[in-house]
């Protein structure tokens, strides 16, 4: 999967995805630009086809909310790193059931939390 590591969580999770050789995950400390707006990093995700893995779950779901096609947002809960990746593996994994995950996220929000609750939603909503 094509991913956005956003710099509320550490950057190692971008290492950790891309040492599996099956995922391109992207942390912005890892490319100069820590600090951007969340309307940037969106702007950016979308110019590169890439879900966007975050804490930051009402800031992301509104805007997310209003493109008519978006690669996906990922949701993680406030957890420790080590956490963080295990929820996100388990999160992928889920995915893959479905599908290709890339495929499965377009206009989807999956979120993820520690009782091992997956919850995956359109979004925008379909009407």
Do not use: W
């Not at 996906?72 to 956490?83: A, F, K, M, Q």
């Not at 890339?102 to 997956?118: C, F």
Request: hydrophobic content about 40%; some cysteine.
């Amino acid at each position: 999967m094509k991913l956005f590591i956003d710099e509320c969580l550490s950057p190692l999770l971008a290492q950790r995805l891309n040492e599996t050789g099956e995922h391109d995950a992207l942390h912005p400390r890892d490319y100069g630009r820590a600090g951007e707006r969340d309307d940037e990093v969106l702007a950016r995700c979308l110019a590169e086809d890439r879900t966007i893995v975050t804490e930051n779950a009402v800031d992301f779901r509104k805007l997310v909310g209003k493109q008519e096609l978006h690669p996906g947002l990922i949701i993680l809960p406030n957890v420790t790193r080590d956490e963080s990746l295990i929820l996100l593996l388990a999160g992928i994994a889920h995915l893959e059931k479905l599908g290709r995950p890339q495929s499965v996220m377009v206009n989807h929000v999956l979120e993820l939390e520690t009782t091992d609750r997956i919850t995956l939603y359109a979004l925008p909503a379909i009407e």
